[in-house]
Protein backbone atom coordinates (compact mmCIF):
# COMPACT_ATOMS: atom_id res chain seq x y z
CA UNK A 1 0.00 0.00 0.00
CA UNK A 2 1.38 3.64 -0.81
CA UNK A 3 -0.06 5.00 2.71
CA UNK A 4 2.17 2.92 4.41
CA UNK A 5 5.48 3.81 5.87
CA UNK A 6 8.70 3.45 4.17
CA UNK A 7 10.58 1.46 6.51
CA UNK A 8 7.97 -1.00 6.39
CA UNK A 9 7.50 -1.23 3.28
CA UNK A 10 11.33 -2.11 3.32
CA UNK A 11 10.91 -4.38 5.76
CA UNK A 12 7.93 -6.60 3.71
CA UNK A 13 9.86 -6.37 0.36
CA UNK A 14 12.98 -7.99 2.55
CA UNK A 15 11.00 -10.51 4.30
CA UNK A 16 9.61 -11.46 0.42
CA UNK A 17 13.12 -12.15 -1.13
CA UNK A 18 14.13 -13.65 2.37
CA UNK A 19 10.97 -16.25 1.44
CA UNK A 20 12.61 -16.92 -2.08
CA UNK A 21 15.44 -19.02 -0.70
CA UNK A 22 15.06 -22.37 1.56
CA UNK A 23 16.84 -22.84 4.88
CA UNK A 24 19.91 -24.78 3.42
CA UNK A 25 20.78 -21.80 1.07
CA UNK A 26 20.22 -19.17 3.60
CA UNK A 27 22.52 -21.50 5.89
CA UNK A 28 25.15 -21.70 3.12
CA UNK A 29 25.71 -18.04 2.76
CA UNK A 30 24.20 -16.21 5.95
CA UNK A 31 25.93 -13.03 5.35
CA UNK A 32 24.34 -12.71 1.80
CA UNK A 33 20.87 -12.57 3.71
CA UNK A 34 21.26 -10.31 6.17
CA UNK A 35 19.14 -6.68 6.25
CA UNK A 36 21.84 -4.77 4.97
CA UNK A 37 22.63 -7.22 2.03
CA UNK A 38 19.79 -7.66 0.66
CA UNK A 39 18.52 -4.18 1.04
CA UNK A 40 20.91 -3.51 -1.21
CA UNK A 41 19.85 -5.93 -3.96
CA UNK A 42 16.63 -4.78 -3.47
CA UNK A 43 17.75 -1.43 -4.14
CA UNK A 44 19.90 -2.28 -7.15
CA UNK A 45 16.97 -3.68 -8.47
CA UNK A 46 14.43 -0.81 -7.90
CA UNK A 47 12.51 -2.72 -5.09
CA UNK A 48 11.70 -5.74 -7.74
CA UNK A 49 11.60 -9.03 -5.48
CA UNK A 50 11.80 -11.25 -8.63
CA UNK A 51 14.55 -9.48 -10.17
CA UNK A 52 16.57 -9.17 -6.84
CA UNK A 53 16.06 -12.81 -6.36
CA UNK A 54 17.45 -13.46 -9.93
CA UNK A 55 20.32 -11.12 -9.28
CA UNK A 56 21.32 -12.90 -5.77
CA UNK A 57 21.00 -16.34 -7.41
CA UNK A 58 23.47 -15.21 -10.03
CA UNK A 59 25.81 -13.69 -7.10
CA UNK A 60 25.41 -16.88 -4.85
CA UNK A 61 26.87 -18.88 -8.08
CA UNK A 62 29.92 -16.13 -8.52
CA UNK A 63 30.61 -17.21 -5.20
CA UNK A 64 30.79 -20.58 -5.48
CA UNK A 65 32.55 -20.76 -8.63
CA UNK A 66 34.68 -17.83 -7.82
CA UNK A 67 35.56 -18.35 -4.68
CA UNK A 68 36.05 -14.63 -3.48
CA UNK A 69 36.53 -14.93 0.34
CA UNK A 70 39.49 -17.79 -0.47
CA UNK A 71 41.76 -14.82 -1.96
CA UNK A 72 44.44 -13.93 0.15
CA UNK A 73 47.38 -11.79 0.41
CA UNK A 74 49.59 -14.44 -0.98
CA UNK A 75 47.55 -14.80 -4.02
CA UNK A 76 47.26 -11.29 -5.07
CA UNK A 77 51.00 -9.94 -3.78
CA UNK A 78 52.55 -9.63 -6.44
CA UNK A 79 49.85 -7.41 -8.34
CA UNK A 80 50.71 -5.25 -5.57
CA UNK A 81 54.20 -4.72 -5.49
CA UNK A 82 53.98 -1.47 -7.72
CA UNK A 83 50.63 0.14 -6.30
CA UNK A 84 48.36 0.14 -9.39
CA UNK A 85 45.36 -0.41 -6.89
CA UNK A 86 45.42 -0.15 -2.98
CA UNK A 87 42.82 0.73 -0.20
CA UNK A 88 43.70 3.78 1.71
CA UNK A 89 41.52 5.98 3.82
CA UNK A 90 38.30 7.34 3.24
CA UNK A 91 36.18 10.36 2.13
CA UNK A 92 34.61 12.83 4.03
CA UNK A 93 31.77 10.80 4.72
CA UNK A 94 33.94 8.29 6.25
CA UNK A 95 33.50 6.00 2.18
CA UNK A 96 36.70 3.44 2.00
CA UNK A 97 38.82 4.88 -0.76
CA UNK A 98 40.15 2.31 -3.63
CA UNK A 99 42.64 4.26 -6.04
CA UNK A 100 43.16 2.71 -9.33
CA UNK A 101 46.72 4.09 -11.61
CA UNK A 102 46.51 2.25 -14.39
CA UNK A 103 49.84 3.02 -15.40
CA UNK A 104 51.66 1.00 -12.68
CA UNK A 105 50.61 -1.90 -14.31
CA UNK A 106 52.69 -5.08 -14.19
CA UNK A 107 52.01 -8.53 -14.54
CA UNK A 108 49.31 -7.72 -17.64
CA UNK A 109 47.39 -10.84 -16.23
CA UNK A 110 43.70 -10.18 -16.61
CA UNK A 111 42.70 -13.25 -14.37
CA UNK A 112 45.12 -11.59 -11.16
CA UNK A 113 44.24 -8.13 -12.08
CA UNK A 114 40.19 -9.05 -11.55
CA UNK A 115 41.35 -11.45 -8.23
CA UNK A 116 43.15 -8.16 -7.02
CA UNK A 117 40.06 -5.88 -7.21
CA UNK A 118 37.67 -8.33 -5.34
CA UNK A 119 40.55 -8.67 -2.89
CA UNK A 120 40.76 -5.33 -2.77
CA UNK A 121 36.91 -4.49 -2.78
CA UNK A 122 36.53 -6.88 0.30
CA UNK A 123 39.38 -5.13 1.94
CA UNK A 124 37.31 -1.81 1.24
CA UNK A 125 34.10 -3.55 2.60
CA UNK A 126 35.77 -4.61 5.61
CA UNK A 127 36.92 -0.82 6.79
CA UNK A 128 33.47 0.52 6.61
CA UNK A 129 32.06 1.50 9.40
CA UNK A 130 28.49 0.28 11.20
CA UNK A 131 26.92 3.15 9.26
CA UNK A 132 28.88 3.54 6.24
CA UNK A 133 27.81 0.14 2.99
CA UNK A 134 29.53 2.04 -0.06
CA UNK A 135 33.01 2.74 -1.32
CA UNK A 136 35.11 5.39 -3.15
CA UNK A 137 37.02 5.17 -6.41
CA UNK A 138 39.41 7.14 -7.62
CA UNK A 139 40.93 6.36 -10.76
CA UNK A 140 44.30 8.15 -11.73
CA UNK A 141 44.81 8.27 -15.70
CA UNK A 142 48.16 9.88 -15.92
CA UNK A 143 50.18 7.95 -18.02
CA UNK A 144 47.24 5.85 -19.56
CA UNK A 145 47.94 3.89 -22.51
CA UNK A 146 47.96 1.02 -25.16
CA UNK A 147 50.60 -0.77 -23.04
CA UNK A 148 48.64 -0.54 -19.18
CA UNK A 149 45.32 -0.33 -20.87
CA UNK A 150 43.24 -3.24 -19.65
CA UNK A 151 41.64 -5.79 -22.56
CA UNK A 152 37.91 -5.32 -23.52
CA UNK A 153 37.26 -8.74 -21.92
CA UNK A 154 38.48 -7.59 -18.55
CA UNK A 155 36.91 -3.87 -18.76
CA UNK A 156 33.47 -5.78 -18.93
CA UNK A 157 34.44 -8.36 -16.16
CA UNK A 158 35.03 -5.32 -13.95
CA UNK A 159 31.80 -4.07 -14.63
CA UNK A 160 30.09 -6.94 -13.41
CA UNK A 161 32.22 -6.98 -10.26
CA UNK A 162 31.55 -3.49 -9.29
CA UNK A 163 27.74 -4.02 -10.66
CA UNK A 164 26.42 -7.43 -9.86
CA UNK A 165 28.68 -9.34 -7.66
CA UNK A 166 29.20 -5.45 -5.13
CA UNK A 167 25.34 -4.04 -5.92
CA UNK A 168 25.32 -0.63 -4.19
CA UNK A 169 28.43 -0.85 -2.97
CA UNK A 170 29.77 1.94 -5.24
CA UNK A 171 29.14 5.46 -3.86
CA UNK A 172 31.38 7.32 -6.83
CA UNK A 173 33.72 6.97 -9.13
CA UNK A 174 36.14 9.56 -10.41
CA UNK A 175 37.92 9.49 -13.35
CA UNK A 176 40.68 12.05 -12.93
CA UNK A 177 42.10 13.09 -16.74
CA UNK A 178 40.33 10.52 -19.19
CA UNK A 179 42.09 10.46 -22.07
CA UNK A 180 40.99 9.39 -25.62
CA UNK A 181 42.19 6.29 -25.62
CA UNK A 182 39.86 5.94 -22.25
CA UNK A 183 36.79 7.16 -24.16
CA UNK A 184 37.02 4.77 -26.86
CA UNK A 185 37.30 1.89 -24.69
CA UNK A 186 33.93 3.88 -22.56
CA UNK A 187 31.99 4.20 -26.06
CA UNK A 188 32.05 0.20 -26.51
CA UNK A 189 31.49 -0.38 -22.46
CA UNK A 190 28.90 2.72 -21.83
CA UNK A 191 25.64 0.51 -22.81
CA UNK A 192 26.23 -2.07 -20.50
CA UNK A 193 26.26 0.31 -18.01
CA UNK A 194 23.62 0.39 -15.24
CA UNK A 195 21.54 3.69 -14.93
CA UNK A 196 22.10 3.30 -11.02
CA UNK A 197 26.15 2.81 -11.89
CA UNK A 198 26.37 5.64 -14.38
CA UNK A 199 24.42 8.48 -12.22
CA UNK A 200 28.05 7.48 -10.00
CA UNK A 201 30.07 8.47 -12.69
CA UNK A 202 32.43 11.60 -11.73
CA UNK A 203 34.58 12.64 -14.88
CA UNK A 204 37.32 14.91 -14.15
CA UNK A 205 38.12 16.55 -16.74
CA UNK A 206 38.73 20.37 -16.70
CA UNK A 207 42.06 21.96 -15.43
CA UNK A 208 43.78 21.09 -12.32
CA UNK A 209 42.39 23.98 -10.19
CA UNK A 210 38.77 22.70 -11.31
CA UNK A 211 39.63 18.99 -10.80
CA UNK A 212 40.86 20.07 -7.30
CA UNK A 213 38.06 22.17 -6.24
CA UNK A 214 36.04 19.09 -7.18
CA UNK A 215 38.04 16.39 -5.20
CA UNK A 216 38.10 19.01 -2.57
CA UNK A 217 34.28 18.56 -2.23
CA UNK A 218 34.57 14.82 -1.22
CA UNK A 219 37.95 14.56 -0.08
CA UNK A 220 40.43 16.17 2.49
CA UNK A 221 42.89 17.21 0.53
CA UNK A 222 45.34 17.04 2.93
CA UNK A 223 45.01 13.77 3.03
CA UNK A 224 44.61 13.06 -0.32
CA UNK A 225 48.37 12.02 -1.86
CA UNK A 226 49.77 14.81 -4.30
CA UNK A 227 49.44 12.50 -7.15
CA UNK A 228 45.60 12.45 -7.04
CA UNK A 229 45.71 16.29 -6.29
CA UNK A 230 46.10 16.39 -3.14
CA UNK A 231 48.53 18.08 -0.37
CA UNK A 232 49.60 14.68 1.39
CA UNK A 233 53.31 14.08 0.67
CA UNK A 234 52.45 9.94 0.61
CA UNK A 235 53.37 7.55 -1.42
CA UNK A 236 52.58 3.70 -1.73
CA UNK A 237 54.55 1.45 0.22
CA UNK A 238 54.20 -1.89 -0.91
CA UNK A 239 55.77 -3.62 2.41
CA UNK A 240 53.87 -1.38 4.52
CA UNK A 241 50.57 -2.47 2.40
CA UNK A 242 51.27 -6.26 2.73
CA UNK A 243 52.02 -5.71 6.47
CA UNK A 244 48.43 -4.71 7.33
CA UNK A 245 46.80 -6.74 4.95
CA UNK A 246 49.02 -9.83 6.82
CA UNK A 247 47.77 -8.27 9.92
CA UNK A 248 44.00 -8.39 9.03
CA UNK A 249 43.90 -11.50 7.79
CA UNK A 250 45.69 -12.68 11.17
CA UNK A 251 42.81 -11.12 12.94
CA UNK A 252 40.57 -12.85 10.63
CA UNK A 253 41.72 -16.54 11.34
CA UNK A 254 41.99 -15.45 15.08
CA UNK A 255 37.99 -15.03 14.71
CA UNK A 256 37.59 -18.25 12.67
CA UNK A 257 36.42 -16.35 10.19
CA UNK A 258 40.02 -16.42 7.66
CA UNK A 259 36.90 -17.66 4.83
CA UNK A 260 34.87 -14.73 5.32
CA UNK A 261 33.37 -12.98 8.38
CA UNK A 262 30.15 -12.01 8.99
CA UNK A 263 30.35 -10.36 12.45
CA UNK A 264 31.59 -6.72 12.60
CA UNK A 265 33.58 -6.08 15.01
CA UNK A 266 34.92 -2.64 16.20
CA UNK A 267 37.71 -2.86 18.15
CA UNK A 268 39.83 -4.19 16.12
CA UNK A 269 38.55 -2.10 13.01
CA UNK A 270 36.96 -5.64 10.99
CA UNK A 271 34.25 -5.34 9.80
CA UNK A 272 31.15 -7.57 7.54
CA UNK A 273 32.68 -8.17 3.81
CA UNK A 274 30.49 -8.85 1.12
CA UNK A 275 31.87 -12.92 1.24
CA UNK A 276 29.72 -15.47 1.80
CA UNK A 277 29.83 -17.03 5.30
CA UNK A 278 30.50 -20.91 4.63
Known amino acids: SPNLPETIICDLAQAALLAKFSQDEREKYPSLFEPTSLDRYLTARNGNVDKAEEMMRKTIKWYDDYRPHEIFWKDVAKEHETGKLYVRGTDKSGHPVIVMRPRHENTHDPVGNLKNLVYNMQVAVRQMSNTIHQLAIIVDYKGYSLKNAPPMKTSMAVLDVLQNQFPERLFRIFMLNP ?46 EQNLLGNADWTYNHEEYATSRLAEEAVLQQQGTAKVSSTCT ?5 ACDDSPQQ
Open 179 to 224: PMLFWMSFKVISPFIDPKTREKLVFLKGNEKQNKETLAESFDLDFL
Open 266 to 270: ANNAV
